[in-house]
């Protein structure tokens, strides 16, 4: 608020508070006043008639050609009292102008009071929608410098919101380089590993053309065969979310039908499932579109889909689905120990492997820790949300919600 304004508002309140004392000051000033002259006439008219009792016949006609009222009683102390006559009969003219000016005042006061708070409220209403449409152009990011006008508590208010919204901007572009960084970070890390992954592929593509002499020598090839199919895997998920973080991922959006999403998703894991001794069931419920793109869909729940094979050895995978009016509904559970309860929170960090991975066994997160994560990036990019739990009968369980667009 302006310096000239608050001083208009300020000028307003002052003049309405004096006019009102004002009018009220007079109209006390003038009852006083009409005392006094009725008390000085009462003196003079017993005086007279105290000395001259038949004088009461002219004093009370002369009062009443002045004041035209009428006179009965005899006279005692309050003689105009006794001759029927009041305090305004001998102020009805100067009674009668100066409430005429008190209510004048008065409602002076009253008007120019209403329009200093209706223009002061006005002000402020503006000033507010101002600070309002500030704010949707900084949700927008279109908001351009704020410069507070004058002095007030606008003026402190607005300095205050520039304040935290260029305080905001900063953190958000330091959050957006800080993620670019992340993203460039990991594409280089992915192409650094894709070096060593192509010699160790040569190495052990020359090792598998030698005789093998011993069956130890067969086993330990074949585990550097599953480590480097680890890595290349490793190597590729690293380069997904480098492309995602850094927003270079684009999918293909088109309707595609859920059980063929789950279906091709199994079938590009059934080596896996036949090598686990795992089957999977995932029953037919009609047909069910959803606006996703296949082929990263199928890759998140091909994720899923392994994480519970993993754990679930030699028992089943099972799929179900079901769509409402908002989104559509993927459910993936196995018949294992299911999630560890502290590592629930965090399953979906990346590289997070739960508090007892080192220590061997079927624990949940004892992978790498990229293949959720992903998942949940790639879901996310298409509008939906997935979460983890465990069965009230045993057994984790994948809930996947694809919202319509």
């Not at 004892?366 to 879901?379: M, T």
Request: with cysteine; charged share 20%; net charge negative.
């Amino acid at each position: 608020m302006s310096g000239r304004k608050n001083l208009v508002i300020i000028f307003g309140f002052a003049a309405a508070v004096s006019l009102i004392s004002s009018a009220v000051t007079a109209m006390l000033v003038s009852c006083h006043y009409s005392r006094i002259q009725f008390d000085l006439v009462n003196v003079i008219c017993g005086e007279v008639l105290e000395q001259e009792p038949e004088m009461k016949n002219i004093v009370s006609a002369a009062l009443k050609e002045y004041t035209s009222g009428n006179a009965d009683g005899v006279a005692v102390k309050d003689v105009l009292s006794v001759l029927g006559y009041r305090i305004s009969d001998f102020s009805d003219s100067a009674i009668t102008y100066h409430i005429g000016l008190a209510i004048t005042g008065f409602i002076t006061g009253i008007l120019l009071f209403a329009v200093t708070f209706v223009f002061r409220n006005k002000t402020e209403e503006k000033r507010i929608e101002g600070l309002s449409d500030y704010l949707e152009q900084v949700n927008i990011g279109k908001a351009a410098v704020l410069s507070a006008s004058g002095e007030g508590i606008f003026s402190k208010l607005e300095d205050e919101i520039y304040k935290t919204v260029t305080f905001l901007y900063q953190t958000r572009d330091a959050a957006v380089q800080a993620k670019n960084d992340f993203a460039e970070n990991l594409s280089n890390i992915a192409h650094q590993i894709k070096t060593p992954i192509t010699a160790i592929s040569l190495l052990l593509q020359t090792l598998s053309e030698m005789p093998m002499k011993t069956e130890y020598e067969k086993d330990k090839v074949e585990q550097i065969k599953k480590q480097l199919i680890r890595l290349a895997h490793l190597e590729e998920s690293l380069l997904v979310l480098s492309r995602l973080d850094a927003g270079a991922l684009v999918f293909q959006k088109e309707d595609v039908d859920v059980f063929t999403v789950l279906v091709l998703a199994a079938d590009n894991l059934q080596e896996l499932f036949v090598d686990s001794g795992t089957s999977i069931d995932i029953p037919e419920l009609g047909e069910m579109a959803v606006t996703a793109d296949l082929d990263w869909t199928m890759e998140a729940i091909m994720n899923v889909m392994k994480n519970c094979m993993e754990h679930n050895t030699g028992g089943t995978v099972h799929c179900s689905y079901e769509q409402n009016l908002l989104y559509t509904e993927i459910l993936i559970w196995d018949e294992g120990d299911g999630f560890a309860k502290e590592d629930i929170p965090y399953l979906f960090k990346r590289f997070y492997r739960g508090q007892n991975a080192s220590a061997g066994g079927n624990i949940r997160s004892s992978g790498i820790g990229i293949g959720l994560a992903l998942s949940k990036e790639i879901i996310e990019h298409q509008n939906g949300t997935i979460r983890a739990k465990n069965q009230p009968n045993g057994g984790a369980c994948f809930e996947i919600r694809l919202y319509k667009q």
